[in-house]
């Protein structure tokens, strides 16, 4: 009695996932050899998973959770998608609090200048990066002053061995210098 009932639980959630996504028997005739998410230029061979990862600030775990938001079968090439489904799954990725995804995944929790959660990919990670470092040069915080210097570590690293950058001098050869015996 109780094994029939796992055993049918088992089948429940096996049959879930092939219900829950789309059947793309006839979007196979129209696989695109190449996908562009969020600006990224991915083959069309890929998974679909391994695809979002590809794209800048989209971790596993976000990747993971837009896949279950959307009822995505990972494993699927991301070639067989319509253009329709993927700038869905760009919708999600770009703006995650719309489809109350966990907030711990966000990678721009409690935003300085709005106070908000959001989750920025690709360029716009990139500007809002480089905008935080140059406000922290702007203020002459430690953290600032460590990246006005440049080579110097800013997050308490070590600094007596390693993280060296720059041409190494080497041995300079004398000009007058005679050659060696010969023996």
């Not at 760009?90 to 989750?119: A, I, Q, S």
Request: glycine residues 8%; contains cysteine; aromatic residues 6%.
């Amino acid at each position: 009695m109780v094994e029939n009932t796992i055993t049918e639980k088992k089948q429940n959630v096996q049959s879930e996932p092939s219900s829950a996504a789309p059947n793309r028997k006839s979007a196979a005739s129209e696989f695109r050899n190449l996908v562009r998410i969020i600006d990224v230029d991915i083959p069309g061979d890929v998974s679909i998973f391994m695809a979002m990862t590809k794209v800048k600030g989209i971790s596993f775990m976000l990747a993971n959770a837009v896949a279950n938001t959307l009822h995505l079968n990972r494993t699927e090439k991301c070639g067989n998608f319509s253009q329709q489904e993927v700038d869905k799954i760009e919708d999600v990725m770009k703006n995650p609090v719309k489809y109350n995804l966990p907030k711990w995944l966000f990678n721009r929790r409690k935003d300085r200048e709005t106070g908000e959660d959001k989750h920025l990919v690709g360029s716009d990670l990139d500007f809002a990066k480089n905008m935080d470092i140059r406000f922290l040069k702007k203020i002459r915080v430690y953290r600032g002053i460590r990246h006005a210097k440049g080579s110097k570590k800013v997050r308490g690293q070590k600094t007596g061995s390693s993280g060296r950058k720059g041409s190494s001098i080497g041995v300079a050869k004398k000009k007058d210098a005679k050659p060696g015996k010969e023996k």
